[in-house]
């Protein structure tokens, strides 16, 4: 079955370093990958999408990366923020169509000042 | 646009009874989509509708929940028989079929069967 694996410790950085976020997946080859921001009792927030033949997408300080070989995405915050301190989710798509999502169990991020 | 809004936000209930949650999409979203997630995991899905047709259910999704979009606006996610293990935060997506592909979240509804 479909699976996505995120770091599920902690990760904590301190303010103005880049955050760097793992999603393997296995047994499936997405056509894109979502990642979401995820505040405690909230609900998801879409952050950036990265299709299978785009290496790398931008927006403001973070940024994207999609090896289709290693199966793997990673996720940049850059200058990283106390305010980016979240549950960042890693979502492709699951098998089937109509687009429903498989999410990692999310790593938390910390940002100390 | 006031976004995805879901009615409770919390509900509390002993087990045993029937609870029903409310999901408003986005006013010109067609695709809804309910989820649920636990603490320490992801979101997982449990069912898709496009307009008011319920195109995908999740195994996940037992005889005891029913969902319904019966005009393609808002939805209804009902549980009968409720059982501890269905306390969760119950999540609503919507999105565009002519737009990107990201899903749009309400706030959940947090379920708590004692």
């Known amino acids: 079955s479909q699976k996505i694996e995120q770091n599920s410790e902690a990760l904590n950085i301190q303010e103005g370093k880049t955050a760097t976020l793992t999603c393997n997946y296995t047994?499936?080859?997405?056509?894109?990958l979502q990642w979401y921001r995820q505040d405690p009792g909230r609900g998801p927030v879409f952050l950036l999408l990265?299709?299978?033949?785009?290496k790398e997408k931008r927006k403001e300080r973070l940024k994207v990366t999609f090896d289709t070989t290693l199966k793997q995405s990673l996720f940049h915050i850059t200058a990283s923020q106390p305010a980016d301190s979240a549950t960042y989710l890693c979502?492709?798509?699951?098998?089937?169509?109509?687009?429903?999502?498989?999410f990692g169990a999310g790593t938390r991020l910390a940002v100390h000042p | 646009d006031t976004g995805v809004s879901q009615d409770p936000r919390h509900k509390i209930t002993k087990r045993g009874q029937n609870v029903t949650f409310r999901c408003d999409p986005i006013?010109?979203?067609?695709?809804l989509y309910w989820y649920r997630q636990t603490l320490g995991q992801g979101p997982e899905f449990l069912t898709y509708?496009?307009?008011?047709?319920?195109?995908?259910k999740s195994r996940l999704l037992s005889d005891r929940f029913s969902a319904e979009r019966p005009k393609g606006s808002f939805s209804t996610l009902e549980i009968q028989r409720t059982e501890q293990g269905d306390s969760a935060m119950y999540l609503c997506?919507?999105?565009?079929?002519?737009?990107?592909?990201?899903?749009?979240f309400g706030p959940g509804t947090r379920l708590t069967v004692l």
């Open positions: 979502a492709p798509p699951g098998s089937g169509g109509y687009n429903k999502l498989i």
């Open positions: 509708f496009q307009n008011e047709a319920q195109l995908e």
């Open positions: 990265i299709r299978e033949n785009e």
């Open positions: 006013s010109e979203h067609n695709r």
């Open positions: 997506a919507s999105s565009y079929s002519g737009g990107g592909d990201e899903q749009f």
């Open positions: 047994n499936y080859s997405p056509a894109y």
